[in-house]
């Protein structure tokens, strides 16, 4: 049914969702986080909508979306543990050396730059200054 097809379709992002979060480690914001969270409600109450509705769609297939929702769920909420708490985030992501910042080199001057004109003292008349 088109209600099961956008369930999947869901599914589907917030699982995408789930991993670019924990692929990016502590990193993950608090609005990541709650964007991941109201998804994951959205797709629930569809599944009850679904539910309700009596469609076509087995409840087997039903069961198993509610089982990978509570696995979706626990995962976001390990992922925002881990943004929460340093010290329990993988030994791989904490002892990596920071990344080598590059330098920058001045760009070269094309053509010599021209000494100022005038005198170099305020109130003194040079050459140019007459």
């Known amino acids: 049914t088109k209600e099961l097809a ?8 917030l699982k995408t969702q789930v991993m670019e979060v924990k692929a990016a480690g502590s990193q993950a914001t608090t609005k990541e986080l709650a964007a991941l969270r109201k998804e994951n409600q959205g ?9 309700a ?3 076509q769609a087995t409840t087997k297939e039903l069961d ?7 696995r979706l769920t626990k995962q ?5 543990a881990a943004a929460t708490c340093p010290p329990c985030q993988p030994q791989a992501l904490t002892n990596a050396p920071p990344p ?13 730059v021209p000494e ?8 003194v008349v040079g050459p140019s200054d007459r």
């Open 6 to 13: 956008a369930l999947r379709k869901e599914n589907q992002g």
């Open 43 to 51: 797709l629930k109450t569809q599944v009850m909508e679904v539910k």
């Open 53 to 55: 509705a009596g469609s």
């Open 64 to 70: 198993a979306l509610r089982t990978e929702n509570q």
């Open 76 to 80: 976001v909420m390990e992922v925002k």
């Open 100 to 112: 080598a910042q590059a330098v920058a080199a001045p760009p070269p001057q094309p053509w010599p």
């Open 116 to 123: 100022p004109r005038g005198s170099p003292r305020p109130g």
